[in-house]
């Protein structure tokens, strides 16, 4: 039994046509998805790495601010003027971080459960939790520092801004 060349076309085109349904179905179903994770990175991603930045660069101001706040009180004569802006720069930035931290603990919570990188939202989670605890210690070591400054006592300071900037040293290394 021969076939026609139009039957052998027409079979031909009826094969593509049917190869091509199942390669749009087949697209369709990734582009669901791809739009699926589009708005995962729009709508909980980017405001968590936002909130991230926004962590790190309030703790840099607060650490310049710190830094700021002992020279003005260290030199010599001590400038109150720079130490009092220096000082409410300082509370200003630490109630900052602590909002920030729990902006960005709020954008954790938000995650579901099934994510496609769970060890760098752990990762997140992990030093989130070590930053609030740290920090009320680092706190109170630079409010220690500073009234030891204030009484007088600069071996007191000197030694505990040492201990400080260790601190800081380890953390930042911790975090490369």
Known sequence: MRTSIGAKIFGLAIGLLALNLVLAGFLLTRVIRFSHELNVIAERDTPLDTALSRLNDAGMRRWLTFDRWVTALRSR????????????????????????????????????????????????????????????????????????????????????????????????????
């Open 77 to 176: 004569p001590p400038d109150p003027s720079k130490a009092d802006a220096a000082e409410r720069d300082y509370e200003k930035d630490t109630a900052e971080i602590m909002q920030l931290l729990d902006d960005a603990d709020a954008l954790l919570r938000k995650y579901p459960s099934k994510v496609l990188d769970l060890a760098a939202l752990t990762e997140v989670e992990v030093l989130i939790k070590q930053l609030r605890s740290e920090y009320p210690l680092m706190v109170s070591r630079q409010r220690e520092a500073i009234a030891s400054i204030r009484t007088g006592h600069t071996d007191r300071a000197s030694y505990l801004l040492v201990l400080i900037e260790d601190a800081q040293r380890r953390r930042q290394a911790g975090r490369e």
